[in-house]
T-cell receptor, first 110, second 114 residues
Framework: RKEVEQDPGPFNVPEGATVAFNCTYSNSASQSFFWYRQDCRKEPKLLMSVYSSGNEDGRFTAQLNRASQYISLLIRDSKLSDSATYLCVVSGGATNKLIFGTGTLLAVQP | NAGVMQNPRHLVRRRGQEARLRCSPMKGHSHVYWYRQLPEEGLKFMVYLQKENIIDESGMPKERFSAEFPKEGPSILRIQQVVRGDSAAYFC????????????FGSGTRLTVV
């Protein structure tokens, strides 16, 4: 079983749509949770950290459910520029290394 | 304040040659992580280094791969006797110390083995 599992997609949505990404992780000792964005052939960039209380940044909302080991990302009013691969990431332990999901490809269509 | 600098951006090697990938962390960052992304796959942790120390190399292949982060100069990921399966994007990330372990990634080195 993979440590971090995501639906690989692709998700093809029209502009203005609301998109939800889901992710599960296997290590209950994980301490930190993130969503990263990766554009084609570029480095991953931190989109937002994820907290149990939920957090929002403009059109983006992230949620964490520690009991079910589930992380989500919601994008409202999607834009063409949101097209990218969205990576679910967890970390924990003494070395703080990041464990990446394989990513979900989002294609926003005009 | 330059970000994480990786070079070269692209590297082509013939099978059996050596590849050296360099990473200069952000100013003030003393922790370096190397990740590999094979085609159509997610990023996989390889190694975590602090100055002059390898802290966690649990993701490094047992043979041909080595990493260092000397007291002076960049971190180096070295791959000896490269094979086609080593073709991938290699990303370096750095972080500082403290409670907020923010990661900053470099733009990566794309290694192609021909």
């Amino acid at each position: 079983r993979k440590e971090v599992e995501q639906d690989p997609g692709p998700f093809n949505v029209p502009e203005g749509a609301t998109v939800a990404f889901n992710c599960t992780y296997s290590n209950s000792a994980s301490q930190s949770f993130f969503w990263y964005r990766q554009d084609c052939r570029k480095e991953p960039k931190l989109l937002m950290s994820v907290y149990s209380s939920g957090n929002e940044d403009g059109r983006f909302t992230a949620q964490l459910n520690r009991a079910s080991q589930y992380i989500s990302l919601l994008i409202r009013d999607s834009k063409l520029s949101d097209s990218a691969t969205y990576l679910c990431v967890v970390s924990g332990g003494a070395t703080n290394k990041l464990i990446f999901g394989t990513g979900t490809l989002l294609a926003v269509q005009p | 304040n330059a970000g994480v600098m990786q070079n070269p951006r692209h590297l082509v090697r013939r099978r059996g040659q050596e590849a050296r990938l360099r990473c200069s962390p952000m100013k003030g960052h003393s922790h370096v992580y190397w990740y590999r992304q094979l085609p159509e796959e997610g990023l996989k942790f390889m190694v975590y280094l602090q100055k002059e120390n390898i802290i966690d190399e649990s993701g490094m292949p047992k043979e041909r791969f080595s990493a260092e982060f000397p007291k002076e100069g960049p971190s180096i990921l070295r791959i000896q006797q490269v094979v086609r399966g080593d073709s991938a994007a290699y990303f370096c990330a750095s972080s500082g110390t403290g409670a907020d372990y923010g990661y900053t990634f470099g733009s990566g080195t794309r290694l192609t083995v021909v």
